[in-house]
């Protein structure tokens, strides 16, 4: 199988996984908010805190390191191995030595045994962290996958289990504990590599060399991505930042299904290829090309069908998440393809000049947040989004010289993405505020009408105006399923 399908399939099976997890994710929080009081979901929240941050120090870094290594040996697995686990239980030692201090903080005590319970899991996620990185490291994505569903499932039913046995927080802390216990022996079955009592300081220092500017860039994106709600919820309260949170989070859902699946694929593929630029140009140029045809038109039609959406799904008391959902639409659009750029830099080396140019991104970020702050949460907003015009542009430029792109070609790769959804959107808008508007439809009725209609349009004006590659390999490969597949079967019939 070459990389170029490798790439197809693992990008395929990545958001089979993350689908997944967000049906089961969402049934469910349906039935523990049943069972559970606001209250442990909020001991839970208050733990995840202080669990996720220590979740950035997991491995020391060791998994991207090995990924991104043109060769590698048993040395550098197992020593990789070791260091994980001695990490895992340090990690678990200084949260549960201060857990007391955080219970007292908060003045919860029942916090303290939620983080010393909920810290185990980096015991237990080490002895598997190396193994899913040689999987990911060979591109299969199809092994993930079965072992994350298969976890999730198990998960998710135990969690339900414990809630219904009335033991309420701990169906949340515990649901966890159940699925890393039970991926230990599904990714040491799939993968035959085991550790040896082997620890090389000279591969330790090597894979250190490119983890450390990694994990110092995770540490400051972590505050960076955190300090919009830090700030909102201390200026404008924890009604508003509730707002902006559901509004953030639903800007999310494009990025978490196309360009973090896509992203998680790529690493490893142009790690493989970190010599060849010319084959990493051209991946690249097919890469922003197909997310920007599928987040473009996502985060164009959103902020038309914005309202109808939101009081569809969550009624009328979250009226005030439009406007911001709106705006961060347009932010979406523009991460989406933003998300890339760290692959560039990680796949070919570049972790320190991530690094710096994280610190510059992330201080500016921050500012303007602390600047916008002062015209309410839309002008947060609207700073953020100013910023993002001026920081994404830059940010490309050096990831592409990297690899000898020029910007030219960059951008004309997402010209055909673009243009058609400018066209979609105008004609959206025409359609709901000049024709449709008479009609005076629910909100229901209305996002039926008009989420279909946005598909048929952009899909037509692709085909009518332009000549896409890869609209063109999709139409391809749906003819030859129906023509080889299914009407084969239909016949028999």
């Not at 993930?144 to 198990?154: C, E, M, T």
């Not at 493989?272 to 090309?289: F, G, T």
């Not at 969550?314 to 523009?334: C, D, M, N, R, T």
């Not at 749906?478 to 028999?492: D, E, H, N, V």
Request: glycine letters at 6%; one cysteine or more; charged letters at 10%.
């Amino acid at each position: 199988m070459d990389l170029r399908t490798k790439v197809i399939k693992g990008a395929s099976w990545t958001v089979i996984y993350q689908v997944t997890n967000q049906v089961l994710s969402i049934g469910v929080m349906v039935i523990l908010a049943r069972l559970l009081n606001p209250e442990d979901f909020g001991t839970v929240a208050l733990s995840d805190v202080f669990v996720v941050f220590a979740y950035l120090f997991a491995d020391l870094g060791m998994g991207p390191a090995i990924i991104q290594r043109k060769e590698i040996d048993d040395s550098h697995l197992s020593t990789s191995f070791w260091v994980s686990l001695i990490t895992g239980f340090a990690l678990t030692l200084l949260l549960s030595a201060a857990s007391p201090f955080i219970a007292s903080f908060y003045n919860r005590s029942i916090l303290k045994y939620v983080i010393i319970v909920s810290s185990g899991t980096f015991i237990l996620g080490a002895f598997t962290s190396i193994h899913k990185t040689i999987l990911t490291r060979n591109l299969e994505f199809n092994k993930i996958a079965y072992v994350n569903i298969a976890s999730r499932v198990i998960s998710a039913m135990a969690s339900v289990g414990i809630a219904l046995l009335g033991l309420g927080v701990w169906s949340l802390v515990f649901g966890a504990i159940v699925a890393q216990i039970l991926i230990i022996p599904l990714m040491w079955y799939l993968v035959k590599w085991r550790p040896r009592l082997l620890f090389s300081k000279q591969c330790f220092m090597d894979m250190f060399g490119f983890s450390s500017y990694l994990l110092a860039f995770n540490f400051f994106n972590y505050f960076f991505r955190n300090s919009d709600s830090l700030i909102i919820g201390r200026v404008l309260g924890v009604e508003i930042l509730g707002y902006y949170s559901l509004a953030y989070g639903l800007m999310l859902k494009p990025l978490q299904y196309v360009s973090w699946s896509v992203g998680n694929v790529l690493f490893p593929a142009f790690s493989r290829l970190q010599d060849d630029k010319e084959r990493i140009r051209s991946a690249y140029i097919r890469v922003v090309r197909s997310i920007s045809l599928l987040t473009f038109p996502m985060m164009l039609g959103l902020i038309v069908v914005s309202r109808e959406f939101v009081l569809t799904f969550y009624g009328a008391k979250w009226a005030p998440v439009v406007i911001p959902l709106q705006l961060l639409s347009i932010i979406g659009a523009i991460q989406s393809i933003g998300t890339t750029v760290g692959i560039i830099f990680n796949s070919q080396g570049k972790s320190n000049l991530q690094l710096k140019w994280g610190v510059f991104a992330s201080t500016t970020y921050v500012a303007a947040f602390f600047i916008g702050i002062h015209w309410g949460l839309i002008g947060l907003i609207l700073m953020y989004m100013g910023v993002c015009f001026i920081i994404w542009p830059v940010s490309h430029y050096i990831s592409n010289q990297i690899i000898g792109l020029d910007m030219k070609t960059f951008f004309r790769s997402m010209f055909p993405a673009t243009a058609a959804s400018v066209l979609m959107f105008t004609a959206l808008i025409l359609l709901k505020y000049v024709f449709l508007r008479t009609l005076q439809l629910e909100s229901h009725f209305l996002l039926m009408v008009l989420v279909p209609l946005g598909v048929v349009l952009y899909a037509a004006f692709l085909q009518i105006f332009f000549k896409v590659p890869e609209v063109e390999e999709l139409k391809n490969f749906l003819r030859g399923i129906i023509t080889s597949r299914l009407i084969p079967a239909f016949k028999r019939v």
